[in-house]
């Protein structure tokens, strides 16, 4: 039996196969996922949930290696603390995520390595912490507030900030 995904050749175009896939778990489990207009941000989508809106950069990985699975952390350019909030680590054979906080992810690595089913793998808090993206700002890093401003109609609008 083929597993979805897997057939995908183009890394790009598995790229976007496993954003949709990340959408469609996030909306299975309530959350707003909007994908930003162009390609020139380090992040793929944002989750909005109760008014907070957190960046997501989407990875996946077929790349095995023993009993871990590699994930590359670069787009056109290394990713730094604060181009995005978390990591969606897709690990397609397994159909397993990881939501990994950035500042957890980007301590110098250049590629993540995730052990499934070992409790010592340095990213196992984080093998389907879906629940990271619905916690309090406080307890999983950035998030961007909003603000509210009168809008040319005269309504409020809201505004990142």
């Known amino acids: 039996m083929s597993i979805p995904g897997m057939e995908i050749k183009d ?4 790229g976007e196969w496993a954003e949709l896939r990340f959408l469609s778990r996030a909306c299975e489990l309530g959350m707003t996922v909007t994908r ?15 008014g907070r809106f957190l960046r997501i ?4 990985t077929i790349s095995k290696k023993n009993k871990s699975y590699a994930v590359t952390l670069r787009g056109s350019k290394p990713y730094a603390i604060g181009d995005f909030d978390f990591i969606a680590a897709y690990i397609i054979a397994l159909d397993l995520w990881y939501i990994i906080p950035a500042a957890a992810a980007l301590r110098g690595c ?23 993206l619905k916690e309090e700002r406080s307890s999983v890093g950035v998030a961007m507030p909003i603000q509210h401003s009168a809008c040319a109609n005269g309504s409020n609008c809201p505004i990142l900030t």
């Open 110 to 132: 250049v590629q993540l390595s995730m052990t499934p089913g070992s409790a010592k793998s340095r990213y196992a808090p984080y093998c389907e912490a879906w629940h990271l």
């Open 36 to 50: 930003p207009w162009g390609e020139c941000v380090h992040y793929d989508l944002v989750v909005e949930q109760d």
């Open 57 to 60: 950069q989407v990875k996946s």
């Open 11 to 14: 890394r790009k175009r598995r």
